[in-house]
């Protein structure tokens, strides 16, 4: 069983930056594909952002594309997304999530995923 447990969320104005972070536990970290997700009041929960177990290949949807970076430390069992130029509209619950390399079969980086944080929320005021 993978614990995830994120951090960094907060108020920033719009045009700033932060970095979210993403601690894991309880498993292997390295097999593990990582993602971002965020979910806006009254809205679908959205992809944001993925990288590989390899730290080779990263996905990021259009509309954070510039703007919002992903990135691994295996080391460190932690994920990043580094938020930079953010809007009002990047305002949501911010949740990382786990889809195991082993879960058979292709798996897109949008996912399905097997475990889930508890989520951070970062609101951007215009």
């Known amino acids: 069983q993978v614990q995830l447990v994120e951090s960094g969320g907060g108020l920033v104005q719009a045009g700033g930056s932060l970095r979210l972070s993403c601690a894991a536990s309880g498993g292997t970290f390295s097999d593990y594909n990582m993602g971002w997700f965020r979910q806006a009041p009254g809205k679908e929960r959205e992809f944001v952002a993925a990288?590989?177990?390899?730290?080779?290949?990263?996905y990021n949807t259009d509309s954070v594309k510039g703007r919002i970076t992903i990135s691994r430390d295996n080391a460190k069992n932690t994920v990043y997304l580094q938020m930079n130029s953010l809007k009002p509209e990047d305002t949501a619950v911010y949740y990382c999530?786990?889809?195991?390399?082993?879960?058979?079969?292709?798996?897109?980086?949008?996912?399905?995923?097997?475990?889930w944080g508890q989520g951070t929320q970062v609101t951007v005021s215009s």
């Open positions: 990288i590989q177990w390899t730290n080779s290949y990263t």
């Open positions: 999530a786990a889809s195991s390399r082993y879960g058979g079969g292709y798996r897109p980086p949008t996912g399905p995923y097997d475990y």
